[in-house]
């Protein structure tokens, strides 16, 4: 498994794709926060993390793209399936090379908040709430983008695919929000990464979010497994 890992984590900087991952997502965010905090003078940053939200829908799918697509593009795929690792190792391997480069991302981005510790007083507690729930939301992005790269060898079409549900997940919330009917509003808010998000945007720190977010990376993950474990019975 630490093969595997550390062979996705090498190829990420051996192609341009985790260059390319850490420009947009570190830009993005410094203008983000450029103009939710420094520029209108505010030490508050929920809308700030509410905008993260939204680069990480962009971005993270152009960094889980290649992870199995091109496996299959390569006709590397049936040397992987046949390794001395199991599927589930296999899987956890490429998620967490994965998720090393997004939360390196993560601490870069992080260090724009000393600029409000220096010249204001913030909420330390609602930063690291904020923290805590952006990293697992980025979890649960990548095990989604996993799992759609499992289904094609087509890195474009990964990407797009990706996100085209990660789109869905969060628009979830904005469509709930203007549905009139409670038990409906109430069942799309259930589903939506947005509508549980917001509770850390306003300064609570959500246990049952926490659960959700990992619970999500957890099914995909599984699925991910399961599309694999047909593929190698079926080889």
Not at 96 to 110: D, Q
């Amino acid at each position: 498994m630490f093969a595997v890992y550390k062979r996705e984590l090498r190829a990420y900087f051996t192609t341009a794709v985790g260059y390319v991952f850490l420009a947009i997502i570190v830009a993005l965010s410094a203008v983000a926060f450029s103009v939710t905090t420094l520029l209108s003078a505010s030490n508050d940053v929920s809308t700030y993390f509410t905008v993260l939200l939204f680069i990480l829908m962009v971005a993270l799918p152009v960094l889980t793209m290649k992870l199995f697509a091109e496996e299959r593009k390569m006709r590397t795929e049936q040397l992987l399936l046949t390794a001395p690792v199991s599927i589930g190792g296999i899987v956890a391997a490429k998620f967490f090379a994965a998720f090393t480069v997004f939360f390196g991302a993560n601490l870069l981005c992080s260090l724009a908040y000393v600029t409000l510790f220096i010249y204001s007083d913030p909420e330390a507690g609602i930063i690291a709430g904020n923290i805590i729930a952006i990293t697992l939301v980025g979890a649960a992005f990548i095990a989604v983008g996993i799992f759609v790269s499992a289904l094609t060898e087509n890195q474009l079409a990964a990407a797009i695919g990706t996100f085209g549900i990660l789109l869905a997940m969060l628009g979830i919330g904005l469509i709930a929000s203007k549905i009139p009917w409670y038990p409906v509003r109430y069942v799309l808010g259930w589903f939506s990464i947005l509508t549980r998000y917001n509770n850390f945007t306003n300064g609570f720190f959500d246990f049952a979010a926490l659960l959700y977010y990992a619970s999500v990376c957890f099914i995909f993950l599984f699925l991910t497994c399961r599309v694999y474990e047909r593929r190698r019975y079926g080889a």
